[in-house]
Each structure stands twice: as C-alpha cells, then as structure tokens.
C-alpha cells in the first residue's frame, strides 16, 4: 500500500465539486481511498484519522487545495496526482469566475434579497451569517461545524431585528412554495411546518403532497435549536411567523427531542397559539395530560401526516397501525428463509430522523438497539464502524461527513458498510432509507445497487437469505423519479415502504 | 428597507446564495431570483489576520 499527497495554493472549490473530483478518482483501478478537501483543520484532522501525514499539510490553509491517495502501489499514487489537472477539470476555480466573491458584492447585485443562503465552510459561517444579519437578510444556514455559542450568539441577533435563522446544520426548508437545500418537490397548500429535523421535514411534506394536499411553508431551524441552550429561538419565531401567516391554517411540528425546559416552555406557547398544531417530538416524553383543543400529539411522522390530513377534512392515507395482513405473510415467508446463526438487525440511514425514529419504533416493540445517535444512551455504540446485535447507524453524523460527502449525496460510504454488514454471518435483516429532491444523488437506489445484489448472493451462498427492507422519502415531482427509484428496489428483491415508519414497523415485526 | 420574517415567507424570495453552486441551480430552476457568491476563505482563511481586519471594519 503506499500514499501521497499534493496541496496546491489558493485553489478553493466548494464541497460537492470535490466530491466530484473524488468519485473520478475512485474509479481509478488501484487506487484504495482518496480524499480531495480545502485545508481546513476539520480536514486536517480526518487526515490524520487516516494515517496520513505529511508536511505540506501542517502549512496548509482552508483556501488550499489538499489530494491525498492511497493506492496498491506507488506508481499508481505517482500517476493519479501527476495527472491531477485531468481530474479537476471541468471545474472553474472560484476565483476566476465573473461571479462575484463575497457577500458584500453579491448584495450590491442584489439590494433587495430578504434571503441569504449560507453554504460556506463551518469555521467561516457565522461571520457570514452576521454580514447577512445586519444587512437586514433572513439566513438559511446549512454550514455544519458552526460551535453552540455562535449559533446562540447569531439566534439572539436575529430575534433582535425580526429576522430568521434556519440552521446551523438546516438542510431543508420551504419557503413560500420554494425548496432550499434538499427539498422534494411538493404543492402549495395551508400546511405549515416547523422542523429541528431535517429528513423528517422532508418525509412529513412529501407525505402531504402524496396525499393531495400541500404545503404553505415548512422551516427547518437547525438540529440544536430545542435544546435548552439555544430554547428553541428560531423554533419559537418560525411558530409566531406560521401563526400570522395567512396562507397557513394548521402547523405542524416536527423535532427530535427537545431539551425538558424548551419543551414545556414549548407546549405552553402551543396552549395560546391561534391555529391548531401537530407535535411530533420523537423520542421524548410529552406529558398526557398536555392535551387541549389546539393540540395534538404525534408519536410518528406518519401519525402527524394523518393528524393533518384528518384536521384537513381528509382521509388517512397511511397505515400507522403497523404491518398489515399481507405484509405478516411476508413476515413470515422472510422468517423461514433464514439459516439459525441469521438473528440481527442493521440500519445504515442517510437521514438521521429516520436513525432516531425506527429506534423509537423498535424500541416501543421491546426490541433494543444499539446506534452512534442512540436514544438510550445505555446503547452508544463505542466504535460508529463496528456494529453490535441490533444496530441502527446514521451515516450522516459528523464522525462520518467531515471532509467526506453526506450519504445523500453519494452513496459510497454506505455501500462500503452494506458489505461489511452482509459479512457478518448473524445478520438477518438490513434497514436503508433513499432519499429524493433536490441537490441529492441523482440516482440513489442505483449507487447502492450492486452493493444490494452482492450481500443478498453473499448471504444465499451462506444457506441464508438476507432481508432487505428500505424507504423511499420523495414525491412524483422529484428529479430522481420516485416510482422508478422504488420499481428498481422491487426488482431486486427488497420490501419497499412509502415511509420509514412503515419500513421500521415492519423489521419489529420480523425480529418479534 | 430590511426584510423581516413575516416578509419572508409572504412574499416571493430573492437570494443571495454563499457556497455550494448546485443550491443556486436549484433555486434558478424554480424561477427564483438569485445571486451566486462564488465564496473564497478571506485572507486566505488565515482566522487570526480575519480576526484583525474585522476589527479593523
């Protein structure tokens, strides 16, 4: 095995253009791993995590370009970074582009934006945030890494000028009938929502538009926001705005759960709020007795889906009462095809509402298990890359994202961990969730594929069959196509759900 | 007139986007107005000589 690296100065390309240069390098034969980063220390620090060091990095500053490769043997490492020019072609370097580079001159271009839209690494986020603040603009901020006392320190800013901040970390929101970041494609409708939980916006919206209603507006505030350090300020102001909205006549929130404090502090306000509301708060406990005219509970996305659609006029349209009678006849079919060593359950999740939702719903099924985002923290898994019993990972936590591209995006992280898993002789059942919209792959089902077929043959050879079940969040407005994305899964074998309640319900039932 | 969050989600959006290009592109193809920063780390994203020119603004 050998390694190398080269650093280029002042060469700065945003995240999803490395990636790119990444995945073409990758298919060079060869070459092992490679990473393709700005010299931020974040970055650095991965690098060391993977045994690389070299000088050249100490110097390196986040507008640096760094290619690291790690290939069978030297001459391959030798004529991938020779040939570098090759991979970074296409790509513009920011600074030669016409466009303009800070957000002072974006906003000499554009005086009246009410919007900023913040993608820009963690470390420099919040300054551009506050740029954004004082010039009088609303920010969605999807920088990641951006540390608690900033994301305070921002929060209290906006509140002071009336403004908005979706984020750190908001991945999504709807505004006005516009997706940001990862949304699906959805309708206009009198729906409102506020989410700290970013896929579970996504799956709650899509779930809407399925059913035939639409959305007014659907603000992410940041996984951190409910916590008792921040209380819940962008929750709180989202909640305010929906409320004097007049396109919006019911809201519904949905959140992982919330710091104690925040929450009653939450449910009170909810008490005096003009428009019914729908609280789906995973994984916390909300008092019974928190239940008045304006209010109901939701103990899944699903529920808070049929909750809205039942306060609309309309009929339910999931099964949030579990497997249904030809979902048990596959229970038990899959259950008998299983050699004896076959027992355990895995769910590798590019959404980490879905990581905290399925342990929710097996949890409530007495089945216990272990994650890197446990909601018993009895169950922390002590190495994320190594699986124990019953195991749920988000692939999305930062363990695995910095310097490396989200699970939605691309889906070689989680293609690696399919096979790994399917290795291990004792797993029965692999959990997956797909998720459309925009700004995600463009063919999600289709990277992970092969790596799907590999592990059910892998299994067969064993005397076993391995048990697929899978998700798809989307709607038939997505760029992905959400009836192909799910005929693909069929095709190959895998039970396919519209939601991941229903997909998460049906692995209880299997393991029962 | 700074915008304010009521404004916001009541009137059509107008963005300036920092970063991530594909977010512009997907926002252009919804038909909303939009400015694309092709952002770069101030001084070369040295945090100390960043730290010194904004106390210098």
């Not at chain 1, 899509?206 to 819940?232: E, K, R």
């Not at chain 1, 399925?358 to 002590?382: C, R």
């Not at chain 2, 991530?20 to 101030?42: C, G, H, T």
Request: with cysteine.
């Amino acid at each position: 095995m050998a390694t190398g690296v080269i650093t280029r100065r002042n060469q700065y390309y945003d995240s999803v253009f490395l990636m790119g240069v990444s995945k073409r390098i990758s298919g060079f034969p060869g070459v092992q791993q490679n990473a393709v980063l700005m010299g931020t220390d974040a970055n650095k620090e991965v690098l060391s995590s993977l045994g690389i060091r070299d000088p050249q990095l100490d110097a390196a500053q986040p507008s640096d370009l760094i290619v690291a490769v790690i290939a069978d043997t030297q001459a391959i490492v030798a004529d991938v970074l020779a040939n570098l020019d090759d991979y970074l072609a296409g790509g513009v370097a920011p600074s030669a582009t016409a466009n303009p580079h800070t957000f002072e001159d974006g906003l000499e271009q554009k005086p009246n934006a009410n919007l900023a839209v913040v993608s820009v690494p963690g470390e420099f986020a919040a300054r551009e945030a506050r740029k954004a603040l004082d010039a009088g603009l609303n920010v969605f901020l999807f920088s990641d890494h951006v540390s608690i006392e900033d994301e305070l320190a921002i929060k209290q800013l906006a509140a002071q000028k009336k403004l908005l901040v979706m984020g750190p970390g908001c991945g999504t929101s709807i505004i006005n009938g516009v997706g940001i970041g990862f949304a699906n494609v959805v309708r206009k409708g009198n729906i409102g929502v506020v989410a700290a939980a970013g896929t579970g916006l996504q799956e709650f919206t899509s779930q809407i538009h399925n059913a035939g209603l639409g959305i007014s507006n659907a603000i992410g505030t940041g996984g951190d926001d409910p916590s008792d350090y921040i209380g819940g300020l962008t929750t709180f102001a989202a909640l305010a705005a929906l409320e004097r909205d007049p396109q919006t006549e019911l809201i519904a929130i949905v959140s992982k759960p919330p710091g104690a404090k925040t929450l009653a502090k939450l449910i009170e306000r909810i008490r005096n709020c003009k428009k019914p509301v729908i609280g789906c708060f995973l994984g916390a406990h909300v008092d019974p007795q928190a239940q008045f005219e304006n209010f109901r509970r939701a103990s899944t996305i699903d529920e808070a889906v049929n909750l809205a659609l039942k306060l609309s006029g309309s009929k339910p349209a999931l099964t949030a009462k579990g497997p249904t009678s030809a979902d048990l006849q596959r229970v038990t079919q899959e259950r008998s095809s299983w050699a004896p060593e076959q027992k355990y359950l895995r769910g590798l999740f590019a959404g980490g509402t879905f990581c905290y939702q399925s342990q929710q719903i097996l949890l409530a099924s007495g089945i216990p298990v272990y994650s890197n985002a446990p909601l018993d923290k009895n169950y922390q898994l002590s190495d994320p890359n190594r699986s124990r019993e019953h195991t749920l990972v988000d692939m999305g936590a930062d363990e695995y994202t910095v310097g490396r591209p989200h699970p939605m995006i691309y889906g070689a992280m989680r293609k690696q961990r399919i096979l790994a898993e399917s290795d291990d002789p004792q797993v029965a059942i692999l959990l997956l969730d797909f998720i459309l919209g925009y700004n995600a792959s463009t063919d999600p089902v289709g990277e992970l594929l092969d790596a799907l077929l590999q592990s059910k043959r892998n299994a067969s050879l064993r005397g076993g069959n391995l048990t697929v079940v899978a998700s798809v969040c989307g709607t038939d407005g997505d760029p992905q196509g959400f009836a192909v994305q799910m005929k693909l899964l069929r095709q190959a074998g895998v039970h396919v759900f519209q939601t991941n309640a229903q997909a998460a319900s049906f692995c209880a039932a299997l393991l029962k | 007139m700074p915008s304010t969050t009521d404004a916001l989600i009541q009137e059509p959006l107008i963005v300036i986007n920092l970063g991530l290009k594909a977010f512009a592109d997907s926002l252009e193809q919804q038909q909303v107005e939009v400015v694309q920063v092709d952002w770069i780390p101030p001084a070369g994203g040295d945090q100390a000589v960043i730290d010194l020119l904004d106390q210098l603004l």
